[in-house]
T-cell receptor, first 113, second 114 residues
Framework: GENVEQHPSTLSVQEGDSAVIKCTYS??????FPWYKQELGKGPQLIID?????GEKKDQRIAVTLNKTAKHFSLHITETQPEDSAVYFC????????????FGKGTKLTVNP | ETGVTQSPTHLIKTRGQQVTLRCSSQ?????VSWYQQALGQGPQFIFQ???????GRGNFPPRFSGLQFPNYSSELNVNALELDDSALYLC?????????????FGPGTRLTVL
């Protein structure tokens, strides 16, 4: 079935360093790849997304890259701050059967001051 | 802060019981999706409603059912609760029909089945 794999499951960085989270997907028809940030006690919040017609998108300290041939996409956070600490989820729209959003298992990012 | 609210915040039920969870979407959002998030996992799609009709379903049994009302509120009903149903249940609203529209999540309802 449709699958999104996410690595690493935990990531600890020093404030100011960069963080990279990687995801792979199985459905070659996937065309939309959002990233969500989930803080404790809250629902996921969209932080950036990318569609299949572009290879990279940037929004201030956050960037996402997409390699459709290899079926993987990555989240890059530069100049990390303690408030970036949260669980991050990648997701992909899959077309098998009815369209739905499939999430990775999440990466717990800790930014140490 | 999104305009999506959910109630109750926490709920404890016993195996075999039935439960109803509620969601209030952002005004103007015709689509609501429900997700189950087990501890340490990503959200898993249960189903989606568009203008009061079910529009898609994930790999969940029929004892998971839903309703959507014209006033942007919706319900998730789960019958014959099982221990594995313990999870955070999230609803997400979006303005359009497609998943490529931004989904706005509520804070979730934490369900514990004993």
């Amino acid at each position: 079935g449709e699958n999104v794999e996410q690595h690493p499951s935990t990531l600890s960085v020093q404030e100011g360093d960069s963080a990279v989270i990687k995801c792979t997907y199985s459905d070659s028809a996937s065309n939309y790849f959002p990233w969500y940030k989930q803080e404790l006690g809250k629902g996921p919040q969209l932080i950036i997304d990318i569609r299949s017609n572009v290879g990279e998108k940037k929004d201030q300290r956050i960037a996402v890259t997409l390699n459709k041939t290899a079926k993987h996409f990555s989240l890059h956070i530069t100049e990390t701050q303690p408030e970036d600490s949260a669980v991050y989820f990648c997701a992909a729209i899959t077309q098998g059967g009815s369209e739905k959003l499939v999430f990775g298992k999440g990466t717990k990012l800790t930014v140490n001051p | 802060e999104t305009g999506v609210t959910q109630s109750p915040t926490h709920l404890i039920k016993t195996r075999g019981q039935q439960v109803t969870l509620r969601c209030s979407s952002q005004s103007g959002h015709n689509t609501v999706s429900w997700y189950q998030q087990a501890l340490g996992q990503g959200p898993q799609f249960i189903f989606q409603y568009y203008r009061e009709e079910e529009n898609g379903r994930g790999n969940f049994p029929p004892r998971f059912s839903g309703l959507q009302f014209p006033n942007y509120s919706s319900e998730l009903n789960v019958n014959a609760l099982e221990l594995d149903d313990s999870a955070l249940y999230l609803c997400a609203s979006s303005p359009g029909l497609v998943f490529a529209d931004e989904q706005f999540f509520g804070p979730g309802t934490r369900l514990t089945v004993l």
